[in-house]
Structures are given as C-alpha cells and as structure tokens.
C-alpha cells in the first residue's frame, strides 16, 4: 500500500441519512434529506455496510474506530448492527475496533442495551438537561416533549453498564442554566458531557443567525461557569467529571494534538459516510461541494488524502486577521469553520469568539497549573510507561497510559482505547 499522509483511524457514518424520529427544532441535519431526493426513507444496504467495513479494515490503522450517527441511526434496527458486527469480526480480526453510536435514544430497550454493553459501544445520548431545558427544543414529531422518555432510556443503559456519554446543545434557552444542566447530568450518573454550542442561518433571513442560537457572550458566561463547576468537583486535583471541550483544549496546553477537531490548525482528518455510500469532507459540509466520491466506486484512503480533502482542510488554517493577532490563538485555532459561516453578520470570524476569549481569560492560569502537574507526574518514572501511537496526521506520538485518552472520551488512556495495549 502507498505511503499515505493521513492514516485512516476513524469515520462517521450515517446509516439512516437525514431521517429521524424527532423533531428537535435547531436541527441542522434533518434538510439534508434533500440531496437524497430518490426515496423518502434513506437506509444503507448490506452491500454498502460491507464494502465500507472491509475497506476500513483493509486500509485503516491497527486501532479504528466507527461513529455512527444520524439523523438517527437506530432506524436501522439492531439486526443491522448486529451485522455490522459480525463483519468487522471477520474481516477486522487483528484490528482493536472501537464503535460509538450517537443516539436519542428513543428506539433504545433492553436488547439495545445488551447488545451495545457486550460490544463496547460508547454511547452519546442527546440530552439538553432537566426537563424544562430538554424539551424546549427537542420535541417528538407531534410536538410533544421527550425528556421522560430520553432520561429512562439513560437510566437503562447506565444501569446495563453502557458507558455513556450525555451530548448537550447549548442554545439561546439553555444557556442560562449552565448550573442546572451539570448538577442534573451528575445527578443522573452522566459524568462524561459534551457541550455543543448552537449557531444555524436563519431560514426566514439568511443574513443572521436563527433565533435559537446562542449568541457568543451568553456562550461565554456559560463556559466560564461550567469550568468552576468543574474545578469545585476536582479531588486531589484529579477531575471527577469530563467534559469533552475542556479535555480536548488541556491537549493543547500540555502540547499534544487534541482529539477535537475544531482545535487543530487543519480540518479534513476523517471523513463522512452517508447511507448511499457517498463520502463527504465533514459532518458540517455533507454537501455537493464536499463530496469526495462513493464507496462503491472509490476508495477511503484515497478519498482521505484526496486533493479535495486536502482542499477542504486548508480553510480552517486561512484564519481571519483577528485570529492572526490573537494571544489565545495556539489553543482555539480559530475554531469550527462551520461557525464562522453560520452567521453573516461574524463577517468570517468565529461566532464564538467572544466566548472562547472570554473562557481562555477566566481559565488559562488554571489549565496552566494543570498542565505544569501533569508533565511533572509525567516525569515520575511510575507514570512514565509510554507507548507510541500513530496520530491521525503526518507524526506518531508518545502517549502515557495516564493521559486523557486520544479519542476523546475523557478517560484516562488505560482505561479507554488502551486497554486493548
Ligand atoms: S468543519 Fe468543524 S467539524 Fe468539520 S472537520 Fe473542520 S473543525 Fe471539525
Ligand atoms: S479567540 Fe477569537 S480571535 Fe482568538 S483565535 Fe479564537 S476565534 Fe480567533
């Protein structure tokens, strides 16, 4: 095989396409089903499930990891997944395979529950907080609230041993209660969060944001909040909770890539697989534009150091002025490049710019002194057996077992993607 420059270590599928059984009203995705017009219900085939499979197997890295995300990729039913196990079982059987399913967790039950316990699957489940919060926005097609339901099913998988991540979109509602939304999350044993904050177009008026968005010094406040919170849980300086955005920036203060994406200088490091079998540059940009080819007819090594790709993951490094100036700019980057778009009034700026200028401000001297700790525990000879592994770019690095581990899950590497070392 050549030598490529971008290893193949993970990618997002979405199994069902755009299709869904809520209807959250700040979803982005959901108008996507337009570039499918050929059929109403969008499903991926066996055929399609196996030829991506293989070919991850065949071309990826000796640690690969599936995403599956949606729309909502439980409309595929379990007997697909089963299958999707079965054959990365046969044909990955001296890879380690990790797999998250992103979900609403309406469709979830006990056989869910069993099947994604004894496969490993991390779970990320869309849960925006307590009730009042949750159901301001995500609603079920006849408008109801589906919270209750939502909470049971994040019982039932906490109870069944699921790991299980809470995904929480932060949006013009929700941000008033950073507070609540933490201590409910802890409350429930969810104490991996994810934090994603909200910025759409307009549809009634392309030139602002939508009314659900959150606007940047509100989305400020919130994260200088949550990191107290955060902070005030820590014991012997160790974090009892994870929340992703925190642990991917500490990657940059400590001096290694972080696992988020919209932290790296470069975009373009994994790619999208829709359910036709279309691969595209990034979840944000499933568009004609971004679309690298499809996997029956190409191949995702090729797709992935495509010119295309390549193309695509340069725009995120043509920062703005501001970002060229800016003190915090080796810790943001400058952010999603879906973010400086959403908004025309940010006129090519982050729509979060603010809040991540706000955040550094309030943050910086304590993720300082954290990051001094641990690369002076890491000097400790009892911490410092380090293995190597080969980063998603160009370079490999060394990874101590008690680092934050490179998926991003929040956990300490030994605990996470090393078990399998
Ligand atoms: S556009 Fe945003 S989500 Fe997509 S790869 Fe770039 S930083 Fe990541
Ligand atoms: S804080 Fe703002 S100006 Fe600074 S790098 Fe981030 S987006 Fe750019």
Request: charged share 25%.
């Amino acid at each position: 095989m050549p030598n490529y420059n971008k290893k193949l270590n993970s990618i997002l599928v979405k199994p069902a396409g755009p299709d869904c059984n809520m209807a959250c009203k700040y979803c982005f995705y959901l108008e996507k089903s337009e570039l499918f017009p050929d059929s109403r219900i969008h499903r991926m085939s066996e055929d399609i499930l196996k030829e991506m499979i293989k070919q991850v197997m065949h071309y990826g890295e000796q640690q690969v990891s599936f995403g599956w995300q949606g729309g909502e990729p439980t409309l595929m039913g379990l007997s697909f997944f089963e299958k999707a196990v079965n054959f990365m079982q046969e044909s990955g059987k001296s890879k380690s395979i990790g797999n998250g399913l992103q979900t609403n967790g309406i469709l979830i039950n006990k056989n869910w529950a069993k099947f994604l316990k004894k496969y490993n699957f991390l779970v990320g489940l869309s849960l925006d907080g307590p009730e009042h919060i949750h159901n301001h926005y995500r609603t079920m097609k006849n408008g109801k609230g589906s919270w209750s339901i939502v909470v049971d099913k994040a019982k039932l998988l906490l109870d069944s041993g699921v790991e299980v991540n809470a995904l929480t979109v932060v949006n013009d509602y929700s941000v008033q209660f950073p507070e609540e939304i933490y201590e409910f999350h802890k409350s429930i044993g969810l104490n991996y969060m994810q934090f994603i904050p909200c910025v759409e177009t307009d549809p009634e008026n392309p030139n602002r944001a939508a009314p659900f968005s959150v606007s940047s010094v509100d989305y400020g406040r919130f994260l200088c909040k949550l990191f107290d919170l955060w902070q005030k849980d820590f014991i012997d300086n160790t974090p009892t909770t994870s929340i992703r955005y925190f642990d991917s920036v500490f990657y940059n203060y400590v001096g290694l890539p972080p696992p988020q994406c919209t932290l790296l200088k470069e975009c373009g490091i994994y790619v999208v697989v829709e359910h036709n079998g279309d691969v595209y540059s990034c979840d944000f940009f499933v568009e004609p534009e971004w679309k690298l080819g499809n996997i029956m007819k190409d191949n995702l090594i090729d797709m992935l150091n495509s010119e295309s790709q390549g193309k695509f993951g340069k725009i995120k490094s043509a920062i703005p002025e501001e970002c060229k100036q800016c003190k915090w700019l080796k810790y943001c980057q400058g952010g999603c490049i879906k973010d400086r778009i959403r908004d025309p009034s940010d006129k090519g700026l982050n729509h979060f710019c603010q809040a991540y200028k706000m955040f550094f401000e309030h943050a910086d001297e304590k993720l300082k002194k954290m990051a001094d700790d641990w690369k002076l525990q890491q000097a400790l000879p009892e911490f410092n057996q380090q293995i190597y592994i080969q980063e998603n770019q160009e370079n490999t690095r060394k990874i101590g077992r008690n680092d934050p581990c490179p998926c991003g899950s929040g956990k300490k590497y030994k605990y996470c993607c090393g078990r399998f070392n």
